[in-house]
């Protein structure tokens, strides 16, 4: 139940498209969910993070949609750059806890 | 402003060999956690430490210890290295009771090699 599914594992896109990775979990007490970019040798940073309460976020080319009922959230990379291509990892954590849990990642790969 | 900083970057140690990683939180952090990162996977919780006690723990058995200090710095151990062990050791700050901004940030990990 602590679990975070991702998918795909990998994703390689055209500079200018649109990438979209999608995440699901089980655990109804997680109740924050950020999505972390990671390039080789780097720490993960965070990219763009949200709570249940709202079911979309958007910030410059980032979006995350998330769905409650589904139990799922998405991010969403308009206008997919080169510099763009790093290992995507969703991420979600509850009220009680102070630790993430992380999905295993996609690596995105854009085309110039 | 520095953020989290790990050191040493790389380390290459001994199988049954014993090892110390180190932390150094964001400025205004007062919590460290510890994430083991294998190849090709995600970060997996180890422990978390907060006010110099290890508040929460992951699946990791008990070669894995830690330590807080009272500037909010931290160490990781781990003893009797296995080969499995080999990953990259991310350290992770953020604030115990931040009531809404609960961001952690990262530093850029200690890369483990077991031989």
């Known amino acids: 139940q602590q679990q975070v599914k991702q998918s795909p594992q990998s994703l390689i896109v055209q500079k200018g498209g649109i990438s979209i990775i999608n995440c699901a979990y089980e655990?109804?007490?997680?109740?924050?969910f950020p999505w972390y970019q990671q390039f080789p040798g780097k720490g993960p940073a965070l990219l763009i993070a949200?709570?249940?309460?709202?079911s979309e976020k958007k910030e410059g080319r980032f979006t995350i949609s998330f769905n409650k009922s589904a139990k799922q959230f998405s991010l969403h990379i308009m206008d997919s750059q080169p510099g763009d291509s790093a290992t995507y990892f969703c991420?979600?954590?509850?009220?009680?806890?102070?630790?993430?849990?992380f999905g295993p990642g996609t690596r995105l790969s854009v085309l110039p | 402003d520095a953020g989290v900083t790990q050191s040493p970057t790389h380390l290459i140690k001994t199988r049954g060999q014993q090892v110390t990683l180190r932390c150094s939180p964001k400025?205004?952090?007062?919590?460290v956690s510890w994430y083991q990162q294998a190849l090709g996977q995600g970060p997996q919780f180890i422990f978390q430490?907060?006010?110099?006690?290890?508040?929460q723990r992951g699946n990791f058995p008990d070669r894995f210890s830690g330590h807080q200090f009272p500037n909010y710095s931290s160490e990781l151990n781990v003893n009797a290295l296995l080969l499995g062990d080999s990953a990259l050791y991310l350290c992770?700050?953020?604030?115990?009771?931040?009531?809404?901004?609960?961001?952690?940030?990262f530093g850029q990990g200690t890369r483990l090699t077991v031989v």
């Open positions: 992770a700050s953020s604030l115990f009771w931040a009531a809404f901004d609960t961001e952690a940030f």
């Open positions: 655990n109804t007490a997680f109740d924050y």
């Open positions: 949200i709570r249940p309460d709202v």
């Open positions: 991420a979600a954590k509850d009220n009680y806890g102070q630790n993430f849990v």
């Open positions: 400025s205004g952090h007062d919590t």
């Open positions: 430490y907060y006010e110099e006690e290890e508040r």
